[in-house]
């Protein structure tokens, strides 16, 4: 599995799946959030309101799938990240569960290529460089056969500069 970073708005990114950092609503939000179902159209909220009615809420390092509307992806990967609270431990584990359940559902879904933002490091204040080692290690250890190629596609120069300095790249 090859894996890249690079800085830009993941709704222009082409991969088979884009990850979306969601929150328990699944409803949309701010961030990158807001950037995918404004980019994606209101064929992603329909089918999140679908989710919502049928197994309720999202829980926090959970995932599920949906189109990707208007995007060029062919499926978003919503999942919901921790919010910072301290509690370090637990946090680091919730957001680890987030890469590797969206794996796992793109792996489902025959996805070559996955594209991941920088999940929970926006209003949900995760330490980033905290963030970026787990983000990495979780993909790292992910087995799979059919996944080619991991995106993390950063928003902001320090995001960028924390990932190319892990992956010596
Ligand atoms: P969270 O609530 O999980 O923290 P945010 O959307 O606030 O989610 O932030 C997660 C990351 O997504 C942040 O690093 C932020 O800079 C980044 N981000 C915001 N908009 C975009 C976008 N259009 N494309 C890629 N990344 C984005």
Request: proline share 2%; charged share 25%; aromatic share 6%.
């Amino acid at each position: 599995m090859k894996i890249e970073v690079l800085r830009a708005d993941i709704t222009k990114i082409k991969a088979d799946a884009i990850v979306n950092a969601a929150n328990t609503s699944l409803l949309g939000g701010g961030g990158v959030d807001g950037a995918i179902h404004k980019a994606g159209g209101k064929a992603i909220l329909e089918e999140c309101i679908a989710i919502r009615n049928k197994q309720g809420k999202c829980a926090t390092g959970e995932a599920v799938y949906t189109t990707a509307g208007n995007l060029s992806a062919k499926f978003v990967i919503h999942t919901v990240g921790p919010v910072w609270n301290g509690d370090q431990e637990k946090c680091e584990r919730l957001l680890a569960n987030c890469y590797r359940n969206s794996l796992l559902l793109a792996d489902q879904l025959n996805v070559k290529v996955i594209a991941f933002p920088n999940i929970s490091t926006g209003i949900y204040k995760f330490p980033k460089e905290l963030a970026a080692k787990i983000a990495i290690d979780t993909v790292k250890h992910f087995n799979t056969a059919g996944i080619e190629k991991v995106l993390f596609v950063c928003f902001d120069e320090g995001n960028e500069e924390i990932y190319k300095r892990l992956l010596n790249v």
